[in-house]
Nanobody, 120 residues
Framework: QVQLVDSGGGLVQTGGSLRLSCAASGRTFNSYTMGWFRQAPGKQRELVAAITRTYAEYYADSGKGRFTISRDNAKNTVYLQINSLKPEDTGFYYC??????????????WGQGAQVTVSS
């Protein structure tokens, strides 16, 4: 099992940047695919980025060119850098890990979420 703790959310102006962090417990972090999900107000939670144990990256169309996912296995941490923030990026961001190490999941382990609000 793995426990996840999200941090780094906040209030940002349109066009700004922020970096979300997700600290994981457990000695097998480097074997997990890690994903970031976003749940916008009134919408379903969606996968916006993922990174495999071999550092392959996946991005939803909404984040291509603006989102960068990375991982530091020495620190058991995964990051999501978001640049050129838009109001539609507003929502709760959750890191998650699937028990089978594939981007498509299902995702079994979840962080508590970090609120991101982008002001126009």
């Amino acid at each position: 099992q793995v426990q996840l703790v999200d941090s780094g959310g906040g209030l940002v102006q349109t066009g700004g940047s922020l970096r979300l962090s997700c600290a994981a417990s457990g000695r097998t972090f480097n074997s997990y695919t890690m994903g970031w999900f976003r749940q916008a107000p009134g919408k379903q939670r969606e996968l916006v980025a993922a990174i495999t144990r071999t550092y392959a990256e996946y991005y939803a169309d909404s984040g291509k060119g603006r989102f960068t996912i990375s991982r530091d296995n020495a620190k058991n941490t995964v990051y999501l850098q978001i640049n050129s923030l838009k109001p539609e990026d507003t929502g709760f961001y959750y890191c998650a890990a699937p028990a089978p190490p594939v981007v498509s999941g299902p995702y079994d382990y979840w962080g508590q979420g970090a609120q991101v609000t982008v002001s126009s």
